[in-house]
């Protein structure tokens, strides 16, 4: 389980394809890795993912075929920057929201401009998830856990303030790009209870 709160940055180092899977390398801050060992959960844009022959440089992490298809990590370029995010403890402070790292589809940037001192981003999600996400909601993009400022059919939009465009890899992002979203789980969970089936 993750905050949504981004506390570090990685780079992929090397992809490898495994017949349809891909084992990935990430670089990271040596101070994560002092924090981790192997088999450990941490969020790679907003992916749980799980740490391979970690050391002091970074980690390895598989990826399945369902994830290539179903995120970005499959269309990460050489050398790509990447937010991280280590597991929640129960004692920590719950910054952002409940995210489970479990991506549910990828939504795509249609506009990005000026809001005063922060940056307005407008993103078009899959249809099928656009009935998840609400004015005031909460959503996790690219592992970034953001509020939503207003809703017009799929297309939804989060203002992102000076620090998170520093801290995160959203601020490199340009039209027509595809994040990694997650829709808040609470909704999910809502539209099951709704559905009444058992």
């Known amino acids: 389980?993750?905050?949504g709160i981004v506390t570090n940055q990685g780079r992929l180092l090397s992809r490898e394809d495994h017949g349809?899977?891909?084992?990935?390398r990430i670089q990271v801050d040596p101070a994560i890795m002092q924090q981790s060992s192997?088999?450990?959960?941490?969020?790679?844009?907003?992916?749980?993912?799980?740490?391979?022959?970690?050391?002091a440089e970074g980690f390895y992490a598989d990826v399945s075929a369902e994830t290539l298809e179903k995120t970005s990590l499959g269309l990460l370029a050489d050398a790509a920057q990447v937010n991280l995010e280590l597991p929640m403890r129960l004692s920590d402070r719950l910054g952002g929201h409940m995210v489970s790292g479990h991506v549910d589809g990828l939504a795509s940037l249609l506009d990005r401009r000026?809001?005063?001192r922060s940056e307005r981003f407008d993103f078009r999600a899959p249809a099928e998830l656009a009935r998840f996400i609400s004015t005031k909601g909460s959503v996790t993009l690219d592992g970034v856990?953001?509020?939503?400022?207003?809703?017009?059919?799929?297309?939804?939009?989060?203002?992102l303030i000076p620090h998170t465009l520093d801290v995160t890899s959203l601020g490199t992002l340009r039209p027509e790009d595809k994040v990694n979203l997650e829709v808040d789980m609470i909704a999910r969970y809502v539209e099951r209870l709704m559905q009444g089936e058992y």
């Open 20 to 24: 349809g899977d891909q084992r990935l």
């Open 114 to 116: 000026a809001d005063a």
């Open 145 to 159: 856990s953001l509020t939503v400022n207003s809703v017009n059919g799929a297309v939804f939009s989060v203002n």
């Open 1 to 3: 389980m993750f905050t």
């Open 38 to 55: 192997e088999g450990d959960s941490i969020a790679v844009n907003g992916v749980c993912l799980t740490m391979i022959s970690p050391d």
